[in-house]
């Protein structure tokens, strides 16, 4: 799940972690009083999207191009002059108003949204700060060592994956124990690493400690602070903030759970977690339905490597249901990019003789404007089989893994 940046902010701030002060408008003429509330002088207003890219992005009305406007936000195509960024400095109480008006009700296109984009309907205005340094601080869980790893860099205000593929001897790494938190000698190496030094390091000794501690303590998945700035006065603070946290742990965090925007959130991915599906859309136009997180993973990449571009991850699971597998295909069968469905099932606990007349009730109840491709293993697979050979439904039936992807990448390219 994500979170706002102005949200994340309020969990550092709750934690003791140093954030600039900020306060959330969704009017323009409230950037006036937000103004005013923080001091007046440098101020920055910052669209709140889940998405990043923000400073290079740009807001657009409904009639713009967004093709050019991704060109221009991916810096393919020079920024035409008075193009509003998603992030914007000023030093006015009139041009707050004028830079909230030019992204509140706006679309936001960056290079991580797409053409698409994002709408803006809240921005985050906030105190500036005098940079004497702009750093990098992220956390993430590293399946390799088995633990949350701290990352730190001096070169903050970049994409951390160009840091890691051209210069990655400029990111140090601290492993984590989550039972003991950051030590205090790991917090020295992040402070030497960054060439922290002074009063400037012990207060980033505290920061990173309380850093890590509340990516333990809230079960996230990832944290990550670019920039994290050092002060002209030798502050270190959380100039950004991105918190990522882990679905499965959510029951623990009601304080989290309830800072799901779902506005931000994709409808077919609610629908499914609403139904316990575990749906991830992707871009392709074949669609899949799969029992089983490894089943689905291996069909997605033999329909790539076939030549086809999967539309979707769904696992409806070992124990699935007539309703789930229903609720299944009318997600599927919502989006127009799809142009064929996989059904790839290995009956276990779910019997295949059972899956095929959920699949056929389906069949029955929905309208199928796309060729269905079965593929069927496991327990009373034969039963199964014959009940869809002989339902007289266009049911094209498979009789291996690869058999299956093979035919519908040939049915999609064919219904395309």
Same mark, same amino acid.
């Given at each position: 799940?994500?979170?706002?940046?102005?949200?994340?902010?309020d969990?550092?701030?709750?934690?003791?972690?140093?954030?600039?002060?900020?306060?959330?408008?969704?009017?323009?003429?409230?950037?006036?009083?937000?103004?005013?509330?923080?001091?007046?002088?440098?101020?920055?207003?910052?669209?709140?999207?889940?998405?990043?890219?923000?400073?290079?992005?740009?807001?657009?009305?409904?009639?713009?191009?967004?093709?050019?406007?991704?060109?221009?936000?991916?810096?393919?195509?020079?920024?035409?002059?008075?193009?509003?960024?998603?992030?914007?400095?000023?030093?006015?109480?009139?041009?707050?108003?004028?830079?909230?008006?030019?992204?509140?009700?706006?679309?936001?296109?960056?290079?991580?949204?797409?053409?698409?984009?994002?709408?803006?309907?809240?921005?985050?205005?906030?105190?500036?700060?005098?940079?004497?340094?702009?750093?990098?601080?992220?956390?993430?869980?590293?399946?390799?060592?088995?633990?949350?790893?701290?990352?730190?860099?001096?070169?903050?205000?970049?994409?951390?994956?160009?840091?890691?593929?051209?210069?990655?001897?400029k990111?140090?790494?601290?492993?984590?124990?989550?039972?003991?938190?950051?030590?205090?000698?790991?917090?020295?190496?992040?402070?030497?690493?960054?060439?922290?030094?002074?009063?400037?390091?012990?207060?980033?000794?505290?920061?990173?400690?309380?850093f890590?501690?509340?990516f333990?303590?809230?079960?996230?998945? $990832?944290?990550?602070?670019? =920039? *994290?700035? @050092?002060?002209? /006065? %030798?502050?270190?603070?959380?100039?950004?903030? &991105? #918190?990522?946290f882990?679905?499965?742990?959510?029951?623990?965090?009601?304080?989290?759970?309830?800072?799901?925007?779902?506005?931000?959130?994709?409808?077919?991915?609610?629908?499914?977690?609403?139904s316990g599906l575990?749906?991830?859309?992707?871009?392709?136009?074949?669609a899949?339905?799969?029992?089983?997180?490894?089943?689905?993973?291996?069909?997605?990449?033999l329909?790539?490597?076939?030549?086809?571009?999967?539309?979707?991850?769904?696992?409806?699971?070992?124990?699935?249901?007539?309703?789930?597998?229903?609720?299944?295909f009318?997600?599927?069968?919502?989006?127009?990019?799809?142009?064929?469905?996989?059904?790839?099932?290995?009956?276990?606990?779910?019997?295949?003789?059972?899956?095929?007349?959920?699949?056929?009730?389906?069949?029955?109840? $929905?309208?199928?404007?796309? =060729? *269905?491709? @079965?593929?069927? /293993? %496991?327990?009373?697979?034969?039963?199964?089989k &014959? #009940?869809?050979?002989?339902?007289?439904?266009?049911?094209?039936?498979?009789?291996?893994?690869?058999d299956?992807?093979?035919?519908?990448?040939?049915?999609?390219?064919?219904?395309?």
């Amino acid at each position: 799940m994500k979170v706002h940046e102005y949200q994340a902010k309020d969990l550092l701030k709750a934690a003791g972690v140093a954030v600039p002060a900020g306060i959330v408008i969704t009017k323009p003429d409230d950037a006036a009083s937000a103004y005013d509330e923080l001091g007046g002088g440098l101020i920055v207003l910052k669209a709140q999207v889940h998405a990043g890219g923000r400073g290079k992005g740009v807001a657009i009305g409904p009639d713009a191009d967004r093709a050019e406007a991704l060109e221009i936000a991916s810096g393919r195509k020079p920024r035409p002059e008075g193009m509003a960024k998603g992030v914007q400095i000023i030093q006015s109480r009139k041009a707050a108003v004028d830079a909230a008006a030019s992204l509140l009700g706006k679309t936001l296109v960056t290079y991580q949204t797409g053409p698409d984009g994002q709408a803006i309907t809240k921005v985050l205005v906030t105190t500036g700060h005098k940079i004497a340094r702009e750093l990098y601080l992220g956390m993430a869980v590293d399946r390799g060592l088995q633990c949350p790893v701290l990352m730190a860099s001096t070169e903050g205000g970049v994409e951390i994956e160009t840091v890691a593929k051209q210069t990655p001897e400029k990111i140090h790494r601290e492993p984590i124990d989550v039972g003991l938190g950051l030590g205090g000698f790991q917090a020295r190496k992040i402070c030497k690493a960054l060439n922290l030094t002074g009063a400037t390091a012990k207060k980033g000794e505290v920061f990173f400690k309380q850093f890590v501690q509340i990516f333990i303590d809230k079960d996230a998945s $990832l944290a990550e602070i670019n =920039p *994290l700035i @050092v002060t002209e /006065e %030798g502050d270190v603070l959380a100039l950004d903030c &991105k #918190l990522n946290f882990d679905d499965n742990a959510l029951f623990r965090h009601s304080d989290v759970a309830a800072l799901l925007d779902v506005s931000e959130e994709d409808p077919a991915e609610l629908r499914a977690a609403e139904s316990g599906l575990s749906y991830v859309s992707l871009d392709g136009n074949i669609a899949c339905l799969v029992n089983g997180a490894g089943l689905a993973m291996s069909t997605m990449d033999l329909i790539k490597y076939h030549g086809g571009e999967p539309a979707n991850f769904l696992d409806v699971g070992g124990g699935a249901d007539k309703e789930q597998v229903l609720e299944g295909f009318r997600i599927l069968l919502s989006s127009p990019r799809v142009q064929a469905v996989l059904v790839n099932i290995f009956g276990g606990i779910m019997k295949c003789d059972i899956i095929a007349s959920a699949l056929l009730a389906a069949y029955n109840e $929905l309208d199928f404007r796309v =060729p *269905l491709v @079965v593929r069927l /293993e %496991g327990t009373n697979v034969e039963t199964g089989k &014959k #009940l869809l050979e002989e339902s007289g439904r266009r049911i094209i039936t498979a009789s291996g893994l690869t058999d299956a992807a093979k035919k519908v990448v040939a049915a999609a390219k064919n219904a395309a």
